[in-house]
């Protein structure tokens, strides 16, 4: 078995020092204590909250090192190492709630004005020889129009899917149906 221990070089004073040190207050115990009686969280948040208990050093803490976190929890010493990195540059928010993409990995294709150019476009009368729209004759008359450069019938329904209307009903969505009674 192979064991390491991720630790800053030893200095002539002190024989091995951990770079990134966790001191919980209270308060931080507490909340930590709370994500896992709870038990309803992802289990990675509450892997790393149990890191992180086991990692404090401030008073009435556990203070393991990396390598006795890894083996009592069956997970690696570098994601010790990593959840400790983190409480102390980001804390204790930025271990247990993950970031949020700042933009999307691919731009929408209907921006508002375009959304509802193809909302009017299904609420209009279908062509020649068609009873209604369907999804693929949408995406297909959006590229004719110039509205977008390219559509997939998928894009289209779920585009439409957030709205009320319906390419296949008469109404199209512009007003609500009114309620029957039940007997």
């Not at 931080?28 to 086991?54: C, D, F, H, M, Y």
């Amino acid at each position: 078995m192979i064991r390491f221990c991720l630790v800053q070089p030893p200095t002539e004073t002190k024989m091995c020092e951990k770079r990134y040190v966790v001191k919980l207050t209270k308060e931080e115990k507490e909340q930590l204590n709370e994500v896992l009686r709870k038990g309803t969280s992802p289990a990675k948040r509450q892997l790393k909250a149990r890191i992180l208990l086991k990692a404090n050093e401030a008073k009435g803490g556990a203070g393991w090192n990396d390598t006795q976190i890894a083996e009592a929890f069956g997970t690696y010493p570098i994601m010790a190492y990593r959840t400790r990195q983190q409480y102390v540059e980001e804390g204790l928010d930025g271990v247990l709630n993950r970031k949020k993409r700042a933009t999307p990995p691919i731009a929408p294709i209907f921006d508002g004005e375009k959304e509802a150019r193809l909302i009017q476009l299904a609420c209009s009368e279908p062509p020649k020889g068609q009873a209604g729209w369907s999804l693929r004759l949408l995406a297909n008359k959006v590229v004719e129009l110039h509205i977008v450069d390219k559509a997939s019938h998928s894009t289209v329904g779920k585009v439409l899917k957030k709205t009320c209307s319906s390419p296949i009903l008469k109404n199209n969505g512009s007003s609500r149906r009114k309620p029957t009674a039940r007997l």
